[in-house]
């Protein structure tokens, strides 16, 4: 389980988002891609390599989408859980 949004980073960063340099203290508004990761996947139990693929899918989502998509919007989008 990931708790902290630097443990995100690199999964974050080699799917292609735009990460800011201070994980912990960021605008959501700048980095819209980012904070849905960190929101839709910190604290949740998962597989090891389950947050590289989940990076892969958000950073997929449109700009224009991104802070509308809701859980089951990116449960369609082959975001992974563990249940």
């Known amino acids: 389980?990931?708790?902290f949004p630097e443990m995100l980073m690199g999964a974050a960063e080699q799917a292609g988002m735009k990460t800011p340099s201070d994980s912990d203290n960021f605008n959501p508004k700048k980095?819209?891609?980012f904070q849905v990761f960190c929101k839709a996947q910190l604290g949740r139990p998962m597989n090891p390599e389950d947050?590289?693929?989940n990076a892969k899918v958000i950073a997929k989502i449109p700009d224009s989408q991104i802070?509308?998509?809701?859980?089951?919007?990116?449960?369609n989008l082959g975001f992974i859980t563990k249940d």
């Open 1 to 3: 389980m990931l708790v």
């Open 31 to 33: 980095f819209p891609h």
């Open 51 to 53: 947050h590289w693929e």
């Open 67 to 75: 802070m509308k998509i809701d859980v089951q919007g990116l449960l």
